[in-house]
């Protein structure tokens, strides 16, 4: 069992920056791939971004070049760091784990979730 406990979300202006957290228990954080996604009002989860056990990366085109992600294996943390935030980058921003090393851009590969934070991005 995965217990994910996002934090960091709030109210930015457009242009600003935020940096979520995820907290996860278990002992083999660091062989797990972990993702980010993100559920705006009426439309589905999305992806936004996965980090590998080898710290590879991948993103959604739609915040390529803007966010980034990284873990901290020593800490059970895997981070999301947003800049040039838009008021479209509004959203509950979720932490994922997936039970392989490897990312995915498929909700459905993800085994556990967090609760989600509110990031609000104001024009």
């Known amino acids: 069992q995965v217990e994910l406990v996002e934090s960091g979300g709030g109210l930015v202006q457009a242009g600003g920056s935020l940096r979520l957290s995820c907290a996860a228990s278990g002992r083999t954080f660091s062989r797990y791939a972990m993702g980010w996604f993100r559920q705006a009002p009426g439309k589905e989860r999305e992806f936004v971004g996965a980090i590998g056990w080898n710290d590879y990366t991948r993103y959604a085109d739609s915040v390529k070049g803007r966010f980034t992600i990284s873990r901290e294996n020593a800490k059970n943390a895997v981070y999301l760091q947003m800049n040039s935030l838009k008021p479209e980058d509004t959203a509950v921003y979720y932490c994922?784990?997936?039970?392989?090393?490897?990312?995915?851009?498929?909700?459905?590969?993800?085994?556990?979730w967090g609760q989600g934070t509110q990031v609000t991005v104001s024009s």
């Open positions: 994922a784990s997936r039970l392989a090393p490897t990312t995915s851009q498929a909700r459905g590969d993800y085994d556990y």
